[in-house]
């Protein structure tokens, strides 16, 4: 088991920023691609980004290039999303997911956390 906490989440407004944390206990995590995925209402969940278990390699979806970026504290087992001009859009399920696998992490992950919503207004 690797269970996955995220926090972070919140009521914002549009151009504010948001930072996501996901925490997990035991150094298993050391070992595997963690990855952050967003939900909206009606529609599937997607990939967002994801960094390797050494985080020497990151990744992310074309539309949050450039405004999000994932990071991770290996010592902490806590990867990170920093959100910056968030888009008005409503609310938004942000969850964590990690796999042994850099490829399966993106689309179907061994682990997955709760969630975390965050609405954005404008």
């Known amino acids: 088991q690797l269970p996955l906490v995220e926090s972070g989440g919140g009521l914002v407004q549009a151009g504010d920023s948001l930072r996501l944390a996901c925490t997990a206990s035991?150094?298993?995590?050391?070992?595997?691609?963690m990855a952050w995925f967003r939900q909206t209402p009606g529609k599937e969940r997607e990939f967002v980004a994801a960094?390797?278990?050494?985080?020497?390699?990151?990744n992310y979806t074309e539309s949050v290039k450039g405004r999000f970026t994932i990071s991770k504290d290996i010592a902490k087992n806590t990867a990170y999303l920093q959100m910056n001009n968030l888009e008005p859009g409503g609310a938004a399920v942000y969850y964590c997911?990690?796999?042994?696998?850099?490829?399966?992490?993106?689309?179907?992950?061994?682990?997955w956390g709760q969630g975390t919503q965050i609405t954005v207004s404008s």
């Open positions: 997911a990690a796999d042994t696998s850099g490829q399966r992490v993106r689309t179907s992950p061994a682990y």
């Open positions: 035991g150094r298993t995590l050391d070992y595997v691609t």
């Open positions: 960094i390797s278990w050494d985080a020497r390699m990151t």
